[in-house]
Nanobody, 116 residues
Framework: QVQPVESGGGLVQPGGSLNLSCTAS????????MAWYRQAPGKQRELVGH??????NLVDSVKGRFTISKDNAKNMVYLQMNNLKPEGTGVYYC???????????WGQGTQVTVSS
């Protein structure tokens, strides 16, 4: 059973930082391309970025502020978010990209709220 588990969310002021973590039983981050998604209130889930063995890729709106990394030994994926903006508010999910594009095996996500 593949089950991603995200953590590290919270309430942060605009300009603040958070570091999200993800672990997923049944997925090997050393093999799979891992992705982070965000679902803002009232909107569909959207891709934030992904990371494979060739390196990370982030959407333009977060480039320069967010960083995706992984630890193969710990089987963990991270999303470091700096200079957060109010539009960064939402539930953040990680998943293997191959499962995400098929709408499968989503975890509970972690809530990020950017507000003063």
């Amino acid at each position: 059973q593949v089950q991603p588990v995200e953590s590290g969310g919270g309430l942060v002021q605009p300009g603040g930082s958070l570091n999200l973590s993800c672990t997923a039983s049944g997925i090997s981050v050393s093999i799979d391309v891992m992705a982070w998604y965000r679902q803002a209130p009232g909107k569909q889930r959207e891709l934030v970025g992904h990371i494979g063995n060739s390196g990370p890729n982030l959407v333009d709106s977060v480039k320069g502020r967010f960083t995706i990394s992984k630890d193969n030994a710990k089987n963990m994926v991270y999303l470091q978010m700096n200079n957060l903006k109010p539009e960064g508010t939402g539930v953040y999910y990680c998943n293997a990209l191959r499962l995400a594009i098929r709408g499968k095996n989503w975890g509970q996500g972690t809530q990020v709220t950017v507000s003063s």
